[in-house]
């Protein structure tokens, strides 16, 4: 079973805007992470953010946390057509080493 | 350096036939994972190794799966008497202890 949800499963924005996309979880968790896929292959790890931790930035990328709403948010600034794939928030259940994904949010960037 | 690699990347095979999949992991990394995803969805965790131990399997799905990692390094996934249902991307990560994991490309099992 998944405990992530992606909101929205698809988005399509035009190349210079901002691209945002949530993620919800059950249980507590450790850290949250978010990962980039694309063409359905290999994993890409862009940001970690530990549940003590509520913002966290990195290039174009920033990335929230409320624990309290069992929620993340990344949002990406100034999108590029290099951004389009599928991104995926994965849940870290106290230190438990094991990955729980999300369906995934598919960002497409048009030119 | 070099990233997790897996090989085949591709391979078609037909229902309740014997596959092995193939992970060669981060040099130095004593965490290796498996992972499968099916279309339109997020991975999910298979099993879980430190070191040649698989540290937790509970993801396996049933008895027809099962992985080695014998010297600690290369893992195999092997999966008897595929069925249609086991077609999907597998997905092979590495780390160091727990930390972040790096993802291989895949392997694209595909049972007919």
């Known amino acids: 079973s998944q405990q992530g949800e992606e909101d929205p499963q698809a988005l399509s924005i035009q190349e210079g805007e901002n691209a945002t996309m949530n993620c919800s979880y059950k249980?507590?968790?450790?850290?949250l992470q978010w990962y980039r896929q694309n063409s359905g292959r290999g994993l890409v790890h862009l940001i970690l953010i530990r549940s003590n931790e509520r913002e966290k930035h990195s290039g174009r990328l920033r990335v929230t946390l409320d624990t309290s709403k069992k929620s993340s948010s990344l949002l990406i600034t100034a999108s590029r057509a290099a951004d389009t794939a599928s991104y995926f928030c994965a849940t870290d259940v106290s230190s438990d080493y094991k990955l729980s994904f999300g369906a995934g949010t598919t960002v497409t960037v048009r030119a | 350096g070099a990233g997790v690699s897996q090989t085949p990347s591709n391979k078609v095979t037909e229902k309740g036939k014997y596959v092995e999949l193939r992970c060669d992991p981060i040099?130095?990394?004593?965490?290796l994972y498996w992972y499968r995803q099916s279309l339109g969805q997020g991975p999910e965790f298979l099993i879980y190794?430190?070191?040649?131990?698989?540290?937790?399997d509970s993801g396996l799905p049933n008895d027809r799966f099962f992985a080695v990692r014998p010297e600690g390094s290369v893992s195999t996934l092997k999966i008897q008497r595929t069925e249609r249902g086991d077609s999907a991307v597998y997905l092979c990560?590495?780390?160091?202890?727990?930390?972040?994991?790096?993802f291989g490309p895949g392997t694209r099992l595909t049972v007919l």
């Open positions: 249980t507590s968790i450790n850290n």
């Open positions: 040099s130095g990394h004593t965490a």
């Open positions: 190794f430190q070191g040649t131990g698989a540290a937790d």
């Open positions: 990560a590495s780390s160091r202890d727990r930390g972040e994991q790096f």
